[in-house]
């Protein structure tokens, strides 16, 4: 079974504009960890951002933030005031289980255009 | 402070070889994931190493392989290369025991003919 979901199509965002990636998650475990990591054209695959399943608050890095609901199981990234160094593939992954255990799983990515 | 790399950067192999990708770690970690990324996919977890034994494993057959070295570097190999092996191959480093992100290196882009 997909334990990260993320399904939505290709995305143009404007310049300067807000953009809100959709992420759902699927775990029956209470200690868990949620990212973000942003992939360029290059290939490698670059850290946005981390939420562990105990923050009360959500995570914020910079112009990224993390919309976590808990209850909905739904990790939705936030990028504020888009750049054009922004278009990539953005994917969300998930850590089951506690720190030990650095496997990720990673849904299918969201591809984020920036236009001008 | 270098971060993880990877060699080579892109590799031709046919259909029946054998492959040896290789990974340094980021500076002070010791655990090394690897993971297949096929096109247009999330990348596949493959295994974890952690002084110097597999760790976890994700599902994928015997054909692939691993080793960490005393100084947490690691390889992986494939052998009886497929079609379905094509893909880019991802490193990523981490401490182990700590909440920290994994780092993940540029990548081998593997293509099997």
């Known amino acids: 079974a997909q334990k990260i979901t993320q399904t939505q199509p290709g995305m143009f965002v404007q310049e300067k504009e807000a953009v809100t990636l959709d992420c759902t998650y699927d775990t029956s475990d209470q200690s868990y960890g949620l990212f973000w990591y942003k992939q360029p054209s290059s290939g490698e695959m670059i850290f946005l951002i981390y939420q562990g399943s105990y923050d009360e608050q959500n995570a914020t890095e910079g112009r990224y933030s993390l919309n976590f609901q808990k209850a909905r199981k739904s990790a939705n990234l936030v990028i504020s005031a888009s750049q054009l160094g922004d278009s990539a593939m953005y994917f969300c992954a998930m850590r089951e289980g506690p720190y030990g255990n650095n496997r990720l799983a990673f849904g299918k990515g969201n591809q984020v255009v920036v236009i001008p | 402070d270098a971060g993880v790399t990877q060699s080579p950067t892109h590799l031709i192999k046919t259909r029946g070889q054998q492959v040896t990708l290789r990974c340094s770690p980021k500076?002070?970690?010791?655990?090394v994931s690897w993971y297949q990324q096929a096109l247009g996919q999330g990348p596949q977890f493959i295994f974890q190493y952690y002084e110097e034994e597999e760790r976890q494993r994700g599902n994928f057959p015997d054909r692939f392989s691993g080793h960490q070295f005393p100084n947490y570097s690691s390889e992986l190999n494939v052998n009886a290369l497929l079609l379905g092996d094509s893909a880019l191959y991802l490193c990523?480093?981490?401490?182990?025991?700590?909440?920290?992100?994994?780092?993940f290196g540029p990548g081998t882009r593997l293509t099997v003919t």
């Open positions: 990523a480093s981490s401490v182990s025991g700590t909440k920290y992100e994994q780092y």
């Open positions: 500076s002070g970690h010791d655990t």
